[in-house]
């Protein structure tokens, strides 16, 4: 079983940052992807970012990459989103996933088991 709860959304001005936290609680597994996706009003929900459980593998969007930062800190069973550099098209809620070790993070939201509540962040222009 896994518990997932985000937290650190909010209204930001375009250009600013946030930085979202999913705080787990995992049970019975030892190798599993953490990831990060967002689903705007009207659009689908889409990858934003994910890591694998070992932190040494890493994937985002090309819609995100170099603004955001994934990372995790397995003392807090936390995972981080970093958002920098936000613009109004990053409105959205976010969600972190949790789902089994593949080797390599995967982009694909049908792969992860488990889903938070969400969190909303809205970028202002």
């Known amino acids: 079983q896994v518990h997932l709860v985000e937290s650190g959304g909010g209204l930001v001005q375009a250009g600013g940052s946030l930085r979202l936290s999913c705080t787990y609680r995992?049970?019975?597994?030892?190798?599993?992807?953490m990831g990060w996706f967002r689903q705007a009003p009207g659009k689908e929900r889409e990858f934003v970012a994910a890591?694998?459980?070992?932190?040494?593998?890493?994937n985002y969007a090309n819609s995100v990459k170099g603004r955001f930062t994934i990372s995790s800190d397995k003392d807090k069973n936390t995972v981080y989103l970093q958002m920098t550099g936000l613009i109004p098209e990053d409105t959205a809620v976010y969600y972190c996933?949790?789902?089994?070790?593949?080797?390599?993070?995967?982009?694909?939201?049908?792969?992860?088991?488990?889903w938070g509540q969400g969190t909303q962040v809205t970028v202002s222009s």
């Open positions: 996933a949790f789902g089994p070790f593949f080797g390599a993070p995967t982009q694909n939201a049908a792969d992860y088991n488990y």
């Open positions: 995992i049970v019975s597994f030892h190798r599993y992807t």
């Open positions: 890591e694998t459980w070992t932190g040494d593998k890493s």
